[in-house]
C-alpha cells in the first residue's frame, strides 16, 4: 500500500513537500520514485531513487528545484519541491517497484495546484 500526502495549493515561488508511505512489503530494495500527470497531458516521469540512494531526475521537468530522498528504515520517499511554477500544477503520483519491474506499484495521487 502506498499512501502520499503534502499535495496542496501553493502561489509561485512557494514550496511543498511530498511524502509516499509504503508498507505490506520489504521495500527497502525497492526503488521509490514520483511521476506527475496534468490536465491533458501523459503521465510524466519526475525523480526516483534506488535502494542504493542514486537519484535521477527528469531535468525538462526538475529545472533543478525538486530533491528526492528516501528512508529505507519506514519505506518513505519524499519529494521537496521548491520555487514552483504554476507548469508544476498536477496529480503526482508515488511509484514504487523492484529493479527489473516484476513487482510496481502506484499510489492513488495527490493533487499540486500552483497559481501565478
Known amino acids: 500500500q502506498l499512501v502520499e500526502s503534502g499535495g496542496g495549493l501553493v502561489q509561485a515561488g512557494g514550496s511543498l513537500r511530498l511524502s509516499c508511505a509504503a508498507s505490506g512489503r520489504p521495500f527497502n530494495t525497492y526503488t521509490m520514485g514520483w511521476f506527475r500527470q496534468a490536465p491533458g497531458k501523459l503521465r510524466e516521469f519526475v525523480a526516483d531513487i534506488r535502494s542504493s540512494g542514486l537519484d535521477t531526475y527528469n531535468p525538462a521537468t526538475v529545472k533543478g528545484r525538486f530533491t528526492i530522498s528516501r528512508n529505507s528504515i519506514n519505506n518513505t520517499v519524499t519529494l521537496q519541491m521548491n520555487n514552483l511554477e504554476p507548469e508544476d500544477t498536477a496529480v503526482y503520483y508515488c511509484?514504487?517497484?523492484?529493479?527489473?519491474?516484476?513487482?510496481?506499484?502506484w499510489g492513488h495521487g495527490t493533487q499540486v495546484t500552483v497559481s501565478p
Open positions: 511509484r514504487v517497484h523492484t529493479p527489473d519491474y516484476y513487482s510496481d506499484y
